[in-house]
């Protein structure tokens, strides 16, 4: 089974719409963050958590929000949707301990697609 | 914002070749990360290199921490179709990863 799992994989919506991209982490860590991938932009920052109690904004968080509901679970989500937020989005997890240096771990990403 | 520029943008290349890429900023990074992420997939890690001048070796792949620790390269020798895929580098300063935009490798047969 995959470490992080990431529902649904592609939803197509209209513009307006509310919508939430959840996220499922086994691989115990504390730290999870939500990315977007546009083509030529590499991936940006949205938010991230630390802890079931810290929410951070990155650096793209206007027009959405977060929950972290548990340490395994952190959605997003988009309140009104627009096209310009058609994108690719990631959630990751990470676990700064001694010897590591927090590598991240994906999920496999959800297609959006806002009409 | 810490920018992370890559070059090339794409690169199609012959099996057999060797090739690099290249992430430059002029930011100063506690930690680079080089992944590798395929259509349909997430990125996946390849390596993490922390100190300046820092050599790593995977196999055919060897990746180096520029010695101020602001830039970092990535060299494949002797590519096989099975490195095609797209090659982002991420810096990692305060809690924070800053992406690259990537580089799209296609190695043809």
């Known amino acids: 089974d995959a470490d992080v799992t990431q529902t649904p994989r592609n939803r197509i919506t209209k513009t307006g719409k509310r919508i939430m991209l959840e996220c499922s982490q086994t691989?115990?860590?504390?730290?999870m963050y939500w990315y977007r991938q546009d083509p030529g932009l590499g991936l940006r920052l949205i938010y991230y958590?630390?802890?079931?109690?810290?929410?951070n904004k990155g650096e793209i968080s206007d027009g959405y929000s977060v929950s972290r509901q548990a340490q395994a679970k952190f959605s997003l989500s988009l309140e009104s949707a627009i096209p310009n937020q058609t994108a690719l989005y990631f959630c990751?997890?990470?676990?700064?301990?001694?010897?590591?240096?927090?590598?991240?771990?994906f999920g496999p990403g959800t297609r959006l697609t806002v009409l | 914002t810490q920018l992370l520029e890559q070059s090339p943008q794409f690169l199609s290349i012959q099996e057999g070749e060797n090739l690099t890429v290249y992430c430059n900023s002029s930011?100063?990074?506690?930690?680079l990360q080089w992944y590798r992420q395929e259509p349909g997939e997430g990125p996946v890690l390849l390596v993490t290199?922390?100190?300046?001048?820092e050599v790593k070796k995977l196999k055919r792949l060897t990746f180096q921490f520029g010695d101020a620790r602001k830039d970092s390269s990535l060299h494949i020798t002797a590519a096989q179709t099975g490195d095609t895929g797209l090659y982002l580098c991420?810096?990692?300063?305060?809690?924070?990863?800053?992406f690259g935009s990537g580089t799209k490798l296609n190695v043809k047969p």
């Open positions: 990751a997890t990470s676990d700064l301990q001694y010897g590591t240096h927090n590598e991240q771990f």
């Open positions: 691989k115990g860590h504390d730290r």
């Open positions: 958590s630390f802890d079931v109690k810290d929410i």
């Open positions: 930011s100063v990074f506690s930690s």
């Open positions: 290199v922390v100190t300046g001048g």
């Open positions: 991420a810096g990692y300063n305060f809690n924070k990863f800053y």
